[in-house]
């Protein structure tokens, strides 16, 4: 199949990438100015927030399946910069659905738990939104865009996202642990944040399954357990052989951060289990696999 994939210098989009070649697809990435993930796919520069360049882009080339991962994802950021965030999150994901509809392509449109207050977590697939902060909201309003510019597309919510190597950029989750961590330093992790920890690889299967089966409807694409970030730092030390005692817990609250998250986001992955042949993975494969990865890139 012929699959467009946004946002290919990112995380998700990259491993996204990699493995719709593996799977013997004709990917053509789009990222922001050069190309900083390597791989077999051709590489379009393509700026999201400029219809005429995502028409171009399509018109080039013709997919018929589109993975939509481009987003502006640090969550502070979009709350100090708003049309930014509005530009990117909700402009960028109308163009793109209306250019998939346009091409006759499935689009699949990657989203996120904190769509959801956390007031009541973990949701299921059918649970209201209900945004708090600009990420969240242009997040959410990027959702009804896809729906209604691109009829019977897939919404696929995933949840901090984690890999090795990270990409150049926003510093994953597991990534920033493992950097912290490896020099010794302790991590002040919240304590009152319970959330679905994703391998990167494991959603980049989901999504992919997601766009070549053209399956529609909101999906949650994410680790199969929901934990708090605590748990998932000491969790993670066990794996690495760092000392436990490195992880500090805070209350969410204590570190002040400029814009607010879910507190329980957690997301249920029963629909996803049961229909998709990727299935989501727990943490002891997902945090074993990101060890590994990581003690590849050692040599
Ligand atoms: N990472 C996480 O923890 C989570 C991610 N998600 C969702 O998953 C999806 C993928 O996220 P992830 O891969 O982790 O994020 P990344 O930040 O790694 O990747 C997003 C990519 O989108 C690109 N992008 C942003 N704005 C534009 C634009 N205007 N034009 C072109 N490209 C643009 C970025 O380019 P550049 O590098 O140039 O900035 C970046 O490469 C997003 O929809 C995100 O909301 C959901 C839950 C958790
Ligand atoms: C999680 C965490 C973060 N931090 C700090 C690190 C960083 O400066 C800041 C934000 O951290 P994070 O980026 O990991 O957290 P956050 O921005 O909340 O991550 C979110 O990202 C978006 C894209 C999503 O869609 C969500 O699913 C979620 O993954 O808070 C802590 O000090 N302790 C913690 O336990």
């Known amino acids: 199949m012929r699959i467009l994939v946004t946002g290919a210098n990112g995380l998700v989009g990259s491993r996204t990438c990699h493995l719709l070649v593996e799977q013997g697809h004709e990917v053509v990435g789009l990222g922001r100015g050069e190309r900083r993930a390597t791989g077999s796919w051709r590489y379009v520069p393509c700026e999201l927030t400029r219809e005429q360049e995502v028409s171009a882009a399509f018109a080039d080339a013709s997919p018929e399946v589109v993975i939509h991962c481009g987003s502006m994802t640090e969550v ?70 896809a729906r209604v510019l691109a009829p019977g597309c897939a919404i696929a919510r995933t949840a901090v996202v984690y890999g090795w190597p990270p990409v150049a950029g926003r510093l994953n989750f597991g990534a920033w642990l493992l950097t912290t961590l490896e020099k010794g330093q302790p991590v002040r992790l919240f304590e009152d944040q319970f ?47 760092f000392d436990v005692g490195l992880i500090v817990p805070v ?38 696999r990101f060890h590994a ?3 590849r890139t050692r040599g």
């Not at 950021?77 to 909700?90: D, G, I, K, T």
């Not at 399956?215 to 748990?231: D, F, K, N, Q």
């Not at 329980?264 to 945090?287: N, W, Y």
Request: charged letters at 25%.
């Open 76 to 145: 502070d950021a979009c709350e100090r910069e708003p049309e930014l965030a509005f530009a990117a999150n909700v402009d960028a994901t109308a163009y793109v659905a209306r250019a998939s509809r346009r091409a006759g392509a499935h689009l699949v449109h990657v989203s996120t738990d904190y769509v959801f207050d956390g007031e009541a977590g973990p949701y299921d697939v059918e649970a209201l939104p209900n945004p708090r902060g600009v990420y969240s909201v242009t997040k959410h309003m990027g959702e009804q865009a």
């Open 195 to 241: 959330v679905s920890p994703s391998y990167a690889e494991n959603v980049a299967a989901m999504v992919a399954e997601l766009g070549v089966r053209r399956l529609g409807g909101i999906w949650h694409t994410c680790g199969a357990e929901v934990l708090s970030r605590v748990h998932f730092g000491r969790a993670f030390c066990e794996v690495f052989g």
């Open 251 to 288: 209350k969410l609250a204590e570190l002040k951060l400029p814009a607010p998250r879910p507190l329980r986001s957690g997301l249920r992955v029963d629909k996803t289990r049961h229909e998709l042949k990727a299935r989501p993975l727990g943490l002891a494969e997902s945090l074993t």
């Open 293 to 295: 990865d990581w003690r």
